[in-house]
């Protein structure tokens, strides 16, 4: 039976972690999984079916009819390429909503464990150093400066938006990621802490494959 490595990064919104993630997935030639996309898909799904997100029955029902997966740095609800609208300001909002219900984490976490018994991964989220993968060959809590991560989702949003409501709803989602009861945004205890504030994308990539490499070609460690 095949063992493979996993990479996990957890962090605020604008850390850097899918930018840093999808570099280092390149790198070492491993399958990249953005568990935030994935929970974005299903936010899409739920929001065109208008459904009640207090009614439990009607989300089991849209679950069981959704198919979501990732394809390199795309997302597909069903069968359609969704990776455009699940950056829309109305998706962004919504996911803080969704992705504390139960069923919804499960439906997305299979889809992640799936993959990763396939593939060699670098995954970033919420939780996956926390509750996903907490055996990962290497976890890592990625932050920056809220301002600097405000900043970048700025320039992403085309700096059409106001950067001050940016930053205010940055904050928001900070604070509702760090308190929600079901798997609250959390540094593990034996993740490596990696704040991104002045450094590059380079950098930081280049820190965490050297990382990789010193445990993984450390005689003592074991993939079994």
């Known amino acids: 039976m095949s063992v493979y490595y996993q990479i996990a990064m957890d962090g605020p919104a604008g850390a ?18 953005n568990s935030g996309g994935l929970y974005r898909c299903y936010a899409i799904a739920l929001k065109n079916a208008n459904t009640d997100i207090t009614d439990i029955n009607a989300i089991l029902k849209i679950i069981n009819e959704t198919n979501v997966n990732q394809s390199g740095d795309s997302f597909f609800l069903n069968g359609v390429d969704v990776t455009k609208l699940c950056y829309s300001k109305e998706i962004s909002s919504f996911v803080p909503l969704i992705s504390k219900i ?55 949003s085309g700096k059409v938006d106001s950067f001050d409501a ?6 928001k989602r900070d604070e509702l990621d ?7 945004l959390k540094q593990a205890p034996d993740a490596l802490f990696l704040d991104t504030t002045g450094k590059t994308i380079d950098e930081c990539t280049n820190f965490l494959y050297d990382k990789f490499m010193s445990i993984i070609n450390n005689p003592k460690f074991n993939t079994q």
Request: cysteine-free; aromatic content about 6%.
């Open 166 to 171: 940016i930053l205010e709803d940055l904050l």
């Open 16 to 33: 850097g972690k899918s930018t840093i993630a999808r570099a280092l997935s390149k790198k070492l030639g491993f399958t990249y999984i």
């Open 178 to 184: 760090m308190t929600r009861i079901i798997s609250p």
């Open 102 to 156: 139960p069923e919804i984490r499960v439906a997305s976490s299979d889809t992640q464990k799936k993959i990763a018994k396939l593939a060699n991964i670098v995954i970033e989220g919420r939780d996956t150093t926390t509750v996903m993968f907490p055996g990962a060959t290497l976890k890592v809590y990625v932050t920056a400066d809220p301002k600097l991560r405000a900043q970048r989702r700025w320039e992403q």
